[in-house]
């Protein structure tokens, strides 16, 4: 029996059940069920079937021909800056060869253009950066397994407090120490607020295909540490399961104060049991819980699903050093970014110059690091990874050399420097864990239910000629716009996706940032209701810096919305022309323009 989605998730509600310290830095620097294979998962309905693996070659895609592809020198992205041989050369192929900076040149990060950081969060630089050598995975007997946090027992809480601890006590004794809390944090703040730069160019680890290998590097060696620390080579970092209704709270062992785990920096609204926002903007969005549950449900559907289909609109867009045009993925963009705006949004604080500040620790990235809950987000973030690749179709790893070949440098648990590879990160078996099988109900979440009967008249609203470039985005509007193609065959849809792209987003990057696009819907959309066929996505970002000598505070970004499911769902299949809908809902925002492209995975 198929049960309406808001159905079920109440069904799946009401059917759950519920040493010494060790201190290995001597260096002398300073209702679970098993997830479903990928042929029986809902994709595509009929087009699941006629996916290929394999992807066209084009210049413009993530993929290369090898017999056309140059062999660049590898490129570190690293703890201390970028590191590599004097003529390594930048992820882009038409950028210039970049030299890698010292490590102690590392600058004070920026929390915006005037203000600084409050403490240096540089990492410790290695005696010989020369001669630091590339990691190799230790003989595993015994998969780590990373649980979901809402089902852990008390013991396995004891024993992750007493490693949190264990990390804060490093910084009390051994301030330098690489492995120690403050200086794990630190690795995201040096990378995310302009700490590095090479030539003026700010090194940037968010919004480009460098996100996912460089956060699943990070977590691996700090889940290394907290393992050591308590002498447990087998612990696990939990995983905040907010993909699923029973994880859509804020896990409660993070909110006991006096514990390790607590962070006195969070939002009020992670409190009482409310459920999460997948698409918080920092502000509440009034509604109840089941329609926020079926919310965050539909956009868990559209990200890993509807949105994604190719490994670029999953990974985001090559990295470029020092490219101020932000172009992140879809789960970089949502949940993993209202994650981070829900529990961190808390108002009244304020920067050192007395600029207001939304939040704190998960509320900005300079301190995400600093709140214990961060890597556990960010294992579920991880996670998504598996799941997406799991989904089937064209979802595969990127096999551009430009992408397998980056590097990053990082301590490891017994406070030695190596150099990493992304391509040595693309199967967690073999870096010694694994999550545990848990249910991924977002799959059969496509939205069914239409907001508005039959097709919106396009002769009754301005073409997208005559609203863009849009200078304000300061209430909801409707445009038409041309397609490049209509009444496609099934070989030309699994050949190529049709994406809505908007160019030249800009936006004050001391803000919190939303908006939402629906297709064939007018401006009196219900926007606080999004599983609905005609949501075709969101864009959000949080507070940060990214380049040297922004005075202006402002951000450039793209967002991609691949369209050809949403097409097929509402029946525009064979229309020429669509009507499109902004909604805005936090922030000031302009839009260069709007265009609608076939592309090759």
């Known amino acids: 029996m198929n049960l309406h989605p808001k159905l079920a998730i109440m069904a799946s509600l009401c059917n759950s059940s519920s040493t010494s310290l060790k201190t290995p830095f001597t260096s002398s620097t300073t209702c679970l069920s098993s997830t479903p294979k990928p042929s029986q998962l809902f994709l595509h309905g009929k087009r699941n079937k006629t996916f290929k693996v394999s992807c066209k070659v084009t210049k413009n895609n993530g993929n290369q021909d090898e017999t056309n592809s140059v062999d660049r020198r590898n490129v570190l992205l690293g703890l201390g800056g970028l590191y590599g041989v004097a003529n390594a050369i930048p992820l882009a192929a038409s950028a210039a060869p970049t030299p890698p900076p010292d490590l102690s040149s590392c600058n004070k990060p920026k929390i915006n253009a005037t203000t600084e950081v409050p403490y240096f969060c540089c990492a410790p630089k290695p005696d010989d950066m020369s001669k630091v050598p590339y990691y190799k995975f230790p003989s595993v007997t015994k998969l780590r397994i990373r649980p979901p946090a809402h089902a852990l027992d008390e013991a396995y809480i004891a024993k992750y407090n007493l490693a949190i601890s264990r990390m804060k006590d490093l910084d009390k004794t ?28 700010v090194l940037q680890v968010h919004n480009s295909w460098l996100f996912f290998p460089f956060h699943r590097w990070y977590l691996y060696f700090y889940e290394r540490i907290l393992g050591s620390l308590i002498d447990d080579p087998t612990f696990g970092l939990p995983f905040w399961n907010w993909d699923h209704p029973k994880g859509m709270r804020f896990p409660p062992m993070f909110d006991i104060p006096g514990t390790a785990l607590y962070d006195e920096r969070r939002g009020d609204q992670i409190h009482n049991g409310n459920f999460i926002d997948l698409g918080s903007f920092g502000d509440q969005v009034q509604t109840t819980q ?17 949105n994604s289909p190719c490994p670029l609109m999953f990974f985001g867009g090559p990295y470029t050093l020092g490219n101020n045009v932000e172009a992140g993925g879809t789960v970089e963009n949502i949940p993993h970014t209202p994650v981070h705006v829900w529990v961190g949004t808390r108002r009244g604080s304020k920067f050192p110059n007395g600029d207001v500040s939304y939040g704190e620790d998960m509320g900005n990235f300079y301190s995400a690091g600093l709140d214990p809950v961060f890597y556990c987000h960010h294992s579920n973030v991880d996670r998504m990874w598996n799941e997406w690749k799991a989904t089937g179709g064209k979802r595969t790893d990127i096999q551009n050399k430009d992408w397998l070949n980056s590097e ?18 693309l199967d967690t078996k073999k870096m010694g864990y694994d999550y545990q099988p848990t249910a991924t109900p977002w799959r059969n979440f496509k939205p069914k239910t239409k907001a508005s009967a039959g097709k919106v008249n396009t002769g009754s609203i301005p073409p997208e000629s005559q609203v863009f470039p849009l200078a304000k985005l300061d209430k909801a509007i409707s445009f038409s716009i041309n397609r490049p193609a209509s009444s496609r065959t099934q070989q030309e849809k699994n050949a190529q996706e049709e994406v809505l792209t908007f160019n030249e987003i800009k ?76 909604v805005p809902k936090k922030g000031d925002i302009s839009i260069g323009g709007v265009e609608i492209k076939l592309a090759d995975c």
């Open 174 to 201: 051994q301030p330098d120490n690489p492995i120690g809390f403050k200086q794990q944090a630190n690795i995201h703040c040096a990378y995310c607020n302009g700490g590095y730069s090479i030539d003026g160019k």
């Open 290 to 306: 089941l329609q926020l549950m079926t919310n965050n449900l539909t956009l868990m559907y559209r990200q890993l699903v509807t």
């Open 507 to 582: 936006y004050d990057n001391r803000d919190y940032i939303r908006f939402d696009v629906f297709l064939n819907v007018d401006n009196n959309v219900n926007a606080n209701e999004l599983d609905k066929a005609e949501f075709a996505g969101s864009y959000t970002s949080l507070p940060h810096v990214h380049r040297v000598g922004d005075t202006k505070h402002t951000a450039t970004a793209t967002l991609r919305l691949a369209i050809t499911e949403l097409l097929e769902d509402i029946g525009l299949e064979d229309e020429d022309t669509i009507a499109v809908t902004l």
């Open 408 to 425: 990053f440098f990082f301590y490891d648990e017994n406070g030695n420097p190596f150099k990493v590879r992304v391509r040595d990160c």
